[in-house]
């Protein structure tokens, strides 16, 4: 199935270093998800996006929606070392589907 | 607000048994659900789109008479693997659309299957 391009693959930072990340594609997208998945458990939403240019935020979290509608960025600021995981990005076309598309994935290791 | 829970959290079976999954949504109604499978250190990648009281749309690639999928009210949906081999060993995640609200989509804990 498609993915999207997500980077990068992974990253190891301090703690308290600020992070960021994006995903990009090749297709317009209406709708962009940020989640975070923990091993062993399912992925928890983090942020929702929904209009182009859209810069929301959730804590530490931020996220925009690309004025281009062809991609997404996440940043995380003062990391911390609960904010290890895998952060994937998921996009809805504009087509009326429901599915959502995901991205490879970024791997965030926090050094102590 | 917005719980879905999955059940098993993880089964070990024979080959050539069958194998089901439950996925509910706790607080809300999901007219649409969705069953990934992910495998170590990758992606989610869709197989099915579950629809209440209709039948489930499968991605390209999956066969639906090996995953059967029942979604049977607006917070049940059940996935079975049936006559499971050793590579249907994998990580088996749900999820629900919540669309009364944002159409977002809330994911269930996952269940780990394993095949022997």
């Known amino acids: 199935g498609q993915q999207l391009n997500q980077s990068p693959q992974s990253m190891f930072i301090q703690e308290g270093e600020d992070v960021s990340m994006n995903c990009t594609s090749s297709?317009?997208?209406?709708?962009w998800l940020w989640y975070k998945q923990d091993p062993g458990e399912g992925p928890v939403l983090l942020i929702a996006l929904y209009k182009a240019g859209e810069l929301t935020s959730n804590g530490r979290l931020t996220a925009q929606f690309g004025t281009t509608r062809k991609d997404s960025f996440l940043n995380i600021s003062a990391s911390i070392p609960s904010d290890v995981g895998i952060y994937f990005c998921?996009?809805?076309?504009?087509?009326?589907?429901?599915?959502?598309?995901f991205g490879t994935g970024t791997r965030l290791k926090v050094l102590a | 607000g917005a719980v879905v829970s999955q059940h098993p959290s993880w089964v070990i079976c024979k080959s050539g048994t069958s194998v089901k999954i439950e996925c509910r949504s706790l607080?809300?109604?999901?007219?649409?659900m969705f069953w990934y499978r992910q495998f170590p250190k990758q992606s989610l990648m869709l197989m099915a789109t579950?629809?209440?009281?209709?039948?489930?749309?499968?991605e390209q690639g999956v066969e639906k008479d090996k995953f059967l999928i029942n979604h049977a009210s607006l917070t049940l949906s059940t996935l079975t693997v049936t006559s499971a081999h050793p590579e249907d060993s994998s990580f088996y995640i749900c999820?629900?659309?919540?669309?009364?609200?944002?159409?977002?989509?809330?994911f269930g804990p996952g269940t780990r299957l394993t095949v022997l």
């Open positions: 297709s317009i997208f209406n709708t």
């Open positions: 607080d809300f109604q999901a007219t649409t």
């Open positions: 579950s629809n209440e009281g209709s039948k489930a749309t499968y």
């Open positions: 998921a996009g809805r076309r504009t087509s009326g589907t429901y599915k959502y598309i």
């Open positions: 999820s629900a659309r919540d669309g009364a609200s944002t159409d977002t989509q809330y």
